[in-house]
């Protein structure tokens, strides 16, 4: 291992102890558990089988964004790579490492416009994320009349105009035409950057002429983003807390942007510290929201427990000789 990703490493581990130990050291993780076991098994069962649901429906958007229409991944291609994927968003950095492996999974597995498979991971998640922000946002016009609402504006609407920025900036063709010329003039690695530039380029013409299928995808983004929400509204539910579901949609819609960001595994501290802070804001304790915390993480972790069983399938198919994988 480089000395770069030593100290990258060691920087992440550090962070991970150090909020960690603040969660620790903020609440009493008592008093966590126990909010935790109050939660029936019925109701994870229910969520497990909503999680399904929304998988389903992110695979669709993914389809919907894919620049390569030469069909060479089916839909249950699509869903097997986006199952195999979620084990490993629970041991890679920030709460979307899976993203990773889905792309290194994609590459091996289409033979042609490999460029452009990868760009719709991309895009993928940049219009999950934006959709996201967006819905958080308009969410704040219907929750409770809290005292402190003034984070909650501030941080979305920050959030929000730099996507939209990046939207801008991405699609800008004499910023795209000008990295390109740079790259090639740096030779070897160079080349490489160019050559994926000039895919984003023809992904973004390709979006720039298929609005309806950008279109289509935020749609599917809805009610997949709703399905979560509404989860993280039935576990608060049932912890105790009263707070509305408009609030509880502007509360993850933070935090699983911040959350997105590769510092921590899976998130982990940052997640907790997050909603620590954000549930405050509703007079809710430190223990009763990392339990919340502590349940939505539980729900990830089946997703990923049922992402196994997919790995296994996949190997069981490459040793049959099977062609579909």
């Known amino acids: 291992m480089k000395t770069s990703n030593k100290q990258v490493l060691l920087a992440r581990t550090a962070f991970l102890a150090v909020t960690l130990l603040l969660v620790a050291w903020i609440v009493d993780l008592e008093g966590v558990f126990s909010a935790v076991k109050t939660v029936p098994a019925w109701l994870y069962a229910l969520l497990l089988i909503l999680a399904l649901v929304r998988v389903q429906l992110t695979v669709v958007r993914w389809m919907l964004l894919n620049p390569d229409r030469s069909g060479q991944l089916s839909f249950w291609q699509y869903f097997r790579l986006t199952m195999i994927s979620k084990p490993f968003n629970l041991i890679l950095p920030g709460a979307l490492g899976g993203d990773f492996a889905r792309s290194v999974l994609t590459w091996k597995q289409v033979t042609s416009h490999r460029g452009q498979n990868l760009i719709a991971i991309m895009a993928d998640r940049f219009v999950g994320l934006f959709s996201i922000l967006l819905l958080g946002f308009f969410a704040l016009f219907f929750i409770e009349p809290i005292p402190e609402r003034h984070p909650l504006w501030y941080l979305l609407g920050i959030l929000l105009l730099g996507f939209v920025a990046t939207t801008m900036l991405a699609g800008n063709q004499g910023l795209i035409d000008a990295l390109r010329r740079r790259f090639e003039k740096w030779g070897g690695m160079g080349l490489l950057l160019a050559k994926a530039v000039l895919a984003w380029n ?113 190997k069981s198919n490459r040793s049959e000789g099977a062609t579909d994988y």
């Not at 009610?223 to 502007?250: V, W």
């Open 202 to 314: 023809q992904s973004v013409r390709y979006f720039k002429g298929h609005r309806q299928r950008v279109f289509a995808a935020f749609l599917i983004s809805i009610p997949a983003h709703a399905i979560s929400f509404y989860s993280a509204y039935l576990l608060a539910i049932e912890l105790g807390m009263t707070i509305s579901f408009y609030d509880m949609c502007a509360v993850f819609s933070l935090v699983w942007v911040i959350t997105a960001i590769p510092v921590t595994i899976s998130g982990l501290g940052v997640r907790e510290i997050s909603l620590i802070y954000l549930m405050s804001l509703y007079g809710v304790s430190g223990e009763l929201a990392t339990a919340l915390s502590v349940c939505v993480y539980l729900i990830a972790v089946m997703i990923g427990c049922v992402g196994i069983g997919f790995i296994f399938l996949a």
